[in-house]
């Protein structure tokens, strides 16, 4: 594929969603099937166009090339706003993680959304938020970044809030959407902050005006650490995490669409494609950020008995793996993660649903047995549950072992231990609950025979999907950790532990993450045109750099390279024991029935209360930002109602007062002269129009005496 | 009693005031028309006295013929026009006829 004909299929995967979108919205429901073939259909083209581009990439194996398309947006005189997309091995990587995702969800929806009364809506929906998920994807710059992120916020509103007209369900959008608010807010301000250092939102221009120190120090600190506010909020880490188990009110393929591979991507992504924008400040507040987000989440997914909570906790708990894994300053491990937890997480999710649809409740007391009547979800749900538990040959154990390899890598270099403890205490509580889930569902006897005798086996068009996610879940990693296998084709290994050594020396962590090799921009019109000069002058910088640097450079990097490895293989050993160990005590537990949970609840009341009330982020939210927002809303009133009322009444009274008393002027004075001349005119002519009788005898009165007078007045003078 | 110029100004300036008065007064119209007879005749009087009082001069007296053929000929028009009056309104009143008035 010719860079052109890479831009090109890159926008058109972007725009057949929207057009999907458009389609369904405006004429599905006079479409034959309510129109849901158009979202299937298109989605499918745009995941053959992805898988195209996967390949050319593949093949190219570079993980600096890049291809790179814009047009001037808006001019504003010595800045100008670019519109533009970008496709490299990241990007291809993500288009293909997105597109299979949201193929599959739009394929099982069929018959998961089947008889709905807003089918096409929700197909619509679920074309508009793809839409907006690739766009994030593909952006090239912050601003469209920015742009497309609050599309996937505004859309993942509305498939929250589908079933709207529950109330748990409506609120659950709201929650959503206000919560990501308070994460773009920090996001929005980051952008601000590089644009008015940089005055570039380009993200390749930006690594370069940090690598040459246009922006550093605290204003880079504090942008990085806004950036990573906006991860906070769309990745769900704490402490912005509480609207991820409540937008379980959505429909569940949603739930296995935003929660598995887009929405809570977009921060993992973002996070990963802009890394050599943050600090080393930054880094560490996204490493502790993520670390404890790990494993709080994966501690409340304990207790949870609902089937879509547990994953939901479970989403979280590995979201904050990744983002650990970014705070360490291994991105690469993060997306690598990232693609594989997408293909499980789904399958998890979309195998949830198939028992949700079977099943008709989401309470896991109420199932048990279900292994015969569903052998595929079973099966399915087994492969996804043995990835997302570590075990070896499944797609999660690469992944999640290259994290926590890295994280114990750090820690090794920078002797910050905790982040690898969290981790790894996480990645032992992971299969306990997720085996639970297994057990409790699908072995033993059935708790509910109401529900089991109703139970069956899904239809094809969902158990299609299911089977081609264990697949992927099996394959997706290629049996090896991301520096050694397919992924390293597509994005460049970080070297952690130099990572970690900066830490130390208060650099920023920027070195690593600055890709700087040959690449081609392409402009709009399709030519190849020069690249600026910023980035030249960044490779001979980082040349001059190892020339001066010499072979102490060289004694430094091998010696990384030895605490890498030695990290890996400690780190494997210890996270398959970790998944041994789970998974034997949950069959302990909740297989053989050996423990008595009752009674151990009873006896941890205090601790199950605390879990169960999910540290009680939200009642912690009502009682002090809630009720904060409230009071200060109050006041706001207040001050609305009383002074700027009262200045607004105020003012109207004074006016009125005012035209009175002009009034009282214009009717006595003005008028009183004006009716006053008028009546004096008025009774002068009264008056006159006597003295004209129209009778001749009169006149000549007037006449004689007149005469009179005169001979009077002339005898008399 | 030497009877002289000033006497008969008199007895016209009586004449015309008496006439004046009637005109005046007088809602009839034929009376009006006897009061402006009485002015003429006073005037008349008037010419024909100054005619006596200057030597070799006819003028006055001959002012005096004129003014009484026009007396004649006023009287005929005015007591056609008095007809014709009374034709219409029914009356002599000069006060009647306020048609042109409103």
Same mark, same amino acid.
């Given at each position: ?11 058109v995967?972007?725009?057949? #969603? ?12 006079r ?13 499918? +083209? ?7 581009? &996967? ?24 800045? =100008? ?22 193929f ?9 959304m ?5 089918y ?39 498939? *929250?809030?589908?079933f ?15 919560t990501?608010r ?6 929005w ?63 569940? #393929? ?11 991507a ?17 880094m ?31 989403t ?46 989401q309470e ?12 595929i979800?079973?099966?399915? &749900? ?7 538990s ?28 905790? #982040?690898?403890?969290?981790? *790894?205490? +996480? ?27 109703h ?18 879940a099996?394959?997706s ?15 460049? #290994?970080?070297? !952690? ?16 993450g600055?890709?700087?090799?040959? =690449?081609?921009?392409v ?6 045109i020069? =690249? ?14 190892e ?17 890498? =490895? ?73 001050f ?78 | ?25 007088r809602?009839?119209?034929v009376? *009006? ?8 005749? +006073?005037?008349?009087?008037? &010419?024909v006295?100054?005619?006596?009082? !200057? ?8 002012? +005096? ?7 004649a ?13 009374y ?16």
């Amino acid at each position: 594929m010719s860079d052109t004909a890479i831009l090109t299929s890159a926008l058109v995967i972007l725009g057949l #969603p929207l057009l999907s979108y458009v389609l369904t919205f405006f004429f599905g429901s006079r479409l034959p099937r309510r129109g849901d073939f158009i979202g299937v259909t298109f989605m499918g +083209a745009a995941w053959l166009l992805a898988i195209r581009i &996967f390949l050319t990439f593949w093949k190219i194996a570079d993980p600096s090339y890049r291809v790179e398309g814009s047009f001037t947006w808006v001019n504003l005189g010595p800045f =100008h706003l670019d519109a533009g997309i970008l496709v490299d091995g990241m990007t291809s990587v993500m288009l293909m993680v997105v597109t299979t995702v949201s193929f599959l969800v739009h394929l099982y929806s069929t018959g998961y959304m089947h008889g709905d009364r807003r089918y096409e809506r929700y197909f619509a929906f679920l074309g508009f938020f793809s839409f907006s998920m690739l766009g994030i994807v593909l952006a090239n710059n912050l601003l469209f970044l920015y742009i497309f992120w609050e599309l996937v916020g505004l859309s993942s509103y509305l498939l *929250i809030g589908f079933f709207f007209h529950k109330h748990s369900a409506a609120s659950a959008g709201k929650k959503a959407f206000l919560t990501n608010r308070v994460g773009d807010y920090g996001f929005w301000l980051g952008i601000l902050a590089f644009f008015t250092a940089c005055g570039t939102l380009n993200y390749f221009e930006l690594f370069a005006h940090v690598h040459a120190g246009t922006i550093s120090g605290t204003l880079l600190a504090w942008a990085g650490v806004g950036l990573f506010m906006g991860c906070v909020g769309k990745s769900a880490q704490m402490p912005l995490h509480i609207w991820l188990p409540d937008a379980m009110e959505g429909p569940t #393929p949603v739930s296995a669409l935003i929660h598995a591979a887009t929405m809570v991507a977009a921060g993992v992504y973002m996070v990963a494609r802009l890394a050599p924008l943050f600090g080393h400040t930054a880094m560490e507040v996204i490493l502790y950020v993520g670390a404890i987000t790990a494993f709080v989440t994966s501690t409340i997914a304990l207790v949870k008995t609902d089937i879509k909570r547990v994953l939901a906790f479970s989403t979280l708990s590995q979201l904050g793996y990744m983002v650990m894994a970014l705070g360490a300053g291994d991105s690469v491990n993060a997306m690598f993660h990232l693609t594989t937890h997408a293909m499980f997480k789904a399958l998890l999710f979309l195998g949830a649903g198939s028992v949700i649809h079977a099943v008709h409740t989401q309470e896991m007391p109420d199932m048990g047995g279900l292994r015969k009547k569903m052998p595929i979800t079973f099966i399915t &749900f087994l492969i996804a549950t043995l990835a997302i538990s570590g075990v070896p040959g499944f797609s999660g154990f690469y992944s999640k072992d290259g994290i926590l390899g890295s994280t114990l890598a750090f820690g090794m270099t920078s002797g910050q231990y905790i #982040p690898y403890i969290l981790g *790894i205490v +996480a990645a032992a509580i992971t299969p306990f609950y997720m085996f639970r889930i297994i057990f409790l569902t699908f072995t033993g006897k059935p708790r509910n025979q109401e529900k089991f005798d109703h139970a069956h086996e899904s239809p094809m068009n969902m158990a299609i999907p299911l089977m081609v996610l264990a697949f992927l879940a099996i394959v997706s990693s290629g049996f090896k950790t991301a520096d050694k296998g397919w992924f390293s084709r597509f994005a460049a #290994p970080y070297d !952690v532990p130099a990572v970690a050594a900066q830490f130390d020396l208060g650099a920023p962590a920027v070195a690593h993450g600055l890709v700087v090799a040959h =690449h081609q921009s392409v402009s709009g019109m399709g030519e190849v045109i020069e =690249h600026e000069g910023a980035e030249h002058s960044a490779a001979g910088h980082e040349t001059e750099m190892e020339t001066a640097a010499g072979h102490a450079e060289h004694a430094e990097h091998s010696e990384h390279e030895a605490i890498h =490895h030695k990290a890996h293989i400690m780190a494997m050993i210890m996270s398959i024991t970790m998944a041994t160990l789970g998974i034997l005590a949950s069959w302990w537990v909740y297989y053989m029935g050996k423990l008595d949970t009752a009674a151990l609840l009873q006896r941890l009341k205090g601790v199950y209360t605390v879990l169960q009330g999910q540290y009680f982020f939200d009642e912690f939210y009502a009682a002090t930002v809630y009720r904060f927002t409230l009071w200060w809303a109050a006041v706001c009133a207040g001050f609305d109602r009383y002074v700027i009322d009262g200045i607004v009444d105020g003012t109207g009274y004074l006016t009125r007062m005012m035209s009175w008393t002009s009034g009282l002027f214009d009717r006595y004075v003005v008028d009183g002269m004006v009716n006053g001349v008028a009546s004096v005119l008025q009774g002068a002519g009264e008056g006159f129009r006597r003295l004209q009788t129209g009778r001749i005898q009169t006149y000549l009165v007037y006449t004689s005496a007149s005469v009179l007078v005169l001979i009077l007045v002339y005898k008399v003078l | 009693m030497n009877v002289g110029l000033p006497h008969f100004l008199t007895v016209g300036a009586i004449l015309f005031a008496l006439g004046l008065f009637a005109v005046m007064s007088r809602r009839n119209a034929v009376g *009006i028309l006897m009061g402006v007879e009485l002015m003429l005749n +006073a005037s008349n009087i008037n &010419f024909v006295a100054f005619s006596r009082y !200057v030597e070799h001069a006819v003028d006055g007296q001959i002012m +005096a013929a004129f003014v009484i053929v026009l007396a004649a000929a006023e009287a005929a028009v005015a007591l056609a026009i008095v007809l014709a009056m009374y034709r219409n309104f029914g009356t002599a009143n000069a006060d009647v006829a306020q048609r042109l008035k409103r």
